[in-house]
């Protein structure tokens, strides 16, 4: 096994390339539209300006970088992504210009390995190539972290699906073309056995969108991006099942993955645009006749953002690394990534909070961009499972194969130990002695 942290310069030459962009072209909508819904709404005020963006990704190649040749991507594989995504992750639009947003991008995944040629020709190829976006619809009022408590229903009558319940949380509902929607198919038994993916065009008579949740406390109430659906009597053909019946766990498993892994790549962006933030103020702002930088209390929060950076980062591309190597979920990439994901709040935690109070009463303001970061300090500890749950599947991994001490003591008990190293060394040291 090879360790290698170069890159091609080729490709370098393309993240060169892709970081001014970002900086230049991109990073400027983020001060023009700050809606919710803005960098996802195909009809949205941003768009005239986002769709000339693409076009020019789409020139250089570097158009849904996440995909297979086989679906118009570069197969670039998932460091190189990495790479990519911390560049993308440094601006809320960057994803949609580059075509890789959530959930678009495990939503393309599915379609792209569960879809039937007709669900393929109508959805994927459309939200291939950034003409619309989706929603994925799992989670409900009343259960989030454990499918087993989901209740949404589906029962075929006819050739139909009929769908009721409710779901919580459906990002960009409220914009897309179409809802993946979990729903339970066969309540007699587990959850992992009897859901099914059904897809859910926008609008369906029978589904509605009952307020569009926002994250944060100071957005009006209904005016997010986070739809809570209520679905009563809603109808969808009986064609519209992604993947097959039953297994709607499977397929939803098959997509969470790399959703995680992606999030973290696109952390590793804003964690180093924190971190060039608090430079830039500890060098520029004075205090006792100094800079803040020379003081040795700001110089140790500058060194520690530096290393948890490194650290978490080299995390991420080791769990990409291992997903490349295996060529999918196998069970060293779902420990890492895991380990990943659970690390993920920390670390913002601990750096976004170090760039806030380095600024003082302006880090606490909306005049830069750090508050916004804040709120990803919560959000990356609930989305997609809660830490907890991926700290026990990454012990439980762990633990898998450790075996029990053989008697009272445990094997590393020193005065056990050193008889037996006694022992072993016996001839060499009754020579010694002699
Ligand atoms: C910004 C954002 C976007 C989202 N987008 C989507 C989306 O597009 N589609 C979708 O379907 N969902 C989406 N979600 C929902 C997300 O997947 C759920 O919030 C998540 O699965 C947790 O479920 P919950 O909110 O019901 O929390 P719960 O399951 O109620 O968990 C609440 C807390 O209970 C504790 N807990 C839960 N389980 C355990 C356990 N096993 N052991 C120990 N403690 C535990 C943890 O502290 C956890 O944070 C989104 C959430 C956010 C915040």
Redesign the pocket.
């Known amino acids: 096994m090879s360790w290698d942290f170069s890159t091609e310069p080729e490709f370098q030459a393309e993240l060169d390339w892709m970081r001014e962009f970002v900086r230049e072209e991109v990073e400027p909508l983020d001060l023009v539209f700050r809606g919710p819904a803005d960098p996802f709404d195909p009809h949205g005020a941003a768009r005239p300006i986002i769709r000339p963006l693409q076009q020019v990704v789409k020139r250089r190649g570097l158009w849904a970088c996440h995909l297979g040749p086989e679906l118009g991507g570069k197969g670039f594989g998932q460091v190189k992504l990495g790479l990519i995504n911390e560049i993308l992750g440094r601006s809320r639009f960057a994803p949609v210009v580059f075509g890789t947003q959530?959930?678009d991008t495990g939503n393309a995944e599915i379609l792209a390995r569960f879809g039937t040629h007709d669900q393929k020709a109508q959805y994927l190829q459309p939200l291939l190539d950034g003409d619309i976006v989706s929603?994925?619809?799992?989670?409900?009022?009343?259960?989030?972290?454990?499918p087993g408590?989901f209740t949404c229903l589906a029962r075929r009558d006819g050739d139909e699906w009929v769908i009721d319940g409710e779901?919580?949380?459906?990002?960009?509902?409220c914009v897309a073309e179409f809802l993946i929607v979990?729903a339970i198919t066969d309540p007699d038994v587990a959850v992992h056995e009897g859901s099914t993916m059904l897809i859910v065009p926008n609008p369906t008579p029978g589904m509605e969108i009952v307020r569009n949740t926002a994250?944060g406390p100071r957005d009006e109430i209904g005016s997010g991006v986070?739809g809570y659906i209520r679905f009563s009597d809603c109808r969808v053909p009986a064609a519209n099942a992604l993947g097959p019946v039953g297994e709607g766990f499977k397929v939803a498993q098959s997509r969470l993955g790399g959703g995680r892994i992606h999030h973290a790549m696109r952390t590793v962006g804003m964690l180093s645009k924190a971190l060039d933030m608090m430079c830039e103020r500890v060098v520029s702002r004075r205090t006792k006749g100094e800079r803040l930088a020379d003081k040795q209390m700001v110089q140790e929060k500058i060194a520690d953002s530096y290393t948890q950076i490194l650290q978490f980062r080299l995390h991420v591309l080791y769990a990409a690394w291992l997903l490349d190597r295996d060529q999918g979920y196998s069970r060293a990439v779902r420990r890492e990534i895991s380990a990943v994901k659970a690390a993920m709040p920390g670390v913002l935690k601990d750096v976004v909070y170090r760039a806030l109070h380095l600024h003082g009463s302006l880090g606490m303001s909306n005049e830069t961009p750090l508050m916004d970061m804040w709120q990803y300090v919560?959000?990356m500890?609930?989305?997609?499972?809660?830490?907890?749950?991926h700290k026990?599947s990454v012990a439980r991994d762990i633990l898998r194969h450790v075996e029990p001490s053989p008697g009272v003591f445990p094997t590393y008990h020193v005065p056990t130990a050193r008889e037996a190293a006694l022992r072993k060394f016996a001839q060499v040291l009754e020579t010694q002695e002699a």
């Open positions: 959530a959930p929603c994925y619809s799992m989670t409900e009022p009343q259960a989030g972290s454990d408590e779901k919580w949380f459906a990002s960009h509902a979990m994250v986070h919560p959000e500890g609930i989305v997609d499972g809660p830490t907890e749950v026990v």
